[in-house]
């Protein structure tokens, strides 16, 4: 009987051991700093041992509570997961006040924000992505290339704005790059997405683009064009994309 009760003990040491270590499960704001002392503000959370870490951008809205559960949902699954806020704590509840926002962007200063967090996210042995949508889906690829030995792979969804197609800039560009598009979305069209694909084979790197019969922002439970059924073959697809080279 002792020997019973000593093996089951055991077991659950031995569990406790290797179970992720979730001290921020809740998430929390806290302040880092780029190289120049510019200081911007993440949300962070998950296991502190995680072998898997992500960053996320925002879409034009800014950092708000959407941005915060798309984290937690990484965190759940295992990932250190931080989302990141370029827009000085500023937050935007209409189009017109988005815009602005997004323009005022100093891609610069976002830049160093990126490397900075990204800095941040890695510990020995930790796989990292970054992902983004809509206007944080072109800032996605801007974020891994702040960082381009940091990063295994780039997730962005319908991304709105400039994507980096200039060969030179790409060339750092380790990991692989997923697309996650929607055929009637009016900023990513399918024509831009062919015309990417080009670039990228150019430049000499892997894209995967998937395309889904919905629209922009087609993954928001609570947004005009959300699209159950895109929303959920999107999100599975990313996992797998994540699982397949954070490896």
């Known amino acids: 009987m002792r020997q019973i009760i000593r093996l089951i003990f055991l077991i659950i040491f031995t569990l406790l051991l290797s179970a992720p270590v979730f001290s921020d499960q809740q998430g929390k704001y806290i302040t880092l ?4 002392k510019q200081s ?4 962070v959370v998950g296991p502190l041992n995680a072998n898997r870490g992500i960053l996320l951008i925002h879409g034009w809205l800014g950092l708000n509570k959407g941005i915060e559960v798309l984290a937690n949902s990484f965190a759940r699954t295992g990932y250190r997961a931080m989302a990141i806020d370029i827009y000085n704590g500023e937050v ?20 160093a924000k990126y490397s900075a967090a990204l800095n941040r996210l ?10 983004g949508w809509s206007y944080g889906g072109s ?14 792979a780039t997730v962005s969804y319908y991304p709105y704005g400039e994507m980096i197609s200039d060969k030179k800039t790409l060339a750092p560009m380790k990991g692989p790059m997923l697309i996650q598009a929607a055929s009637q979305d009016f900023a990513f069209t399918p024509a831009m ?10 430049a ?20 005009n064009h959300y699209n159950k059924n895109a929303y959920e073959m999107a999100d599975r697809s990313t996992y797998e994309f994540l699982n397949k080279y954070l490896r």
């Open 193 to 202: 997405a062919q015309k990417y694909k080009v670039v990228i084979k150019n």
């Open 33 to 36: 700093e780029t190289k120049n």
């Open 122 to 131: 890695k510990t020995p042995g930790r796989k990292l992505a970054t992902i």
């Open 92 to 111: 935007a509840t209409n189009s017109k006040d988005a815009r602005k926002l997004m323009t005022s962007v100093n891609q610069s200063d976002a830049n």
């Open 204 to 223: 000499g790197k892997k894209l995967e683009i998937h395309t889904y019969d919905a629209k922009h922002s087609f993954d928001k439970p609570k947004g």
């Open 139 to 152: 800032q996605a690829l801007y974020a891994t290339l702040s960082a381009p030995d940091l990063v295994s």
């Open 40 to 43: 911007f503000r993440i949300y």
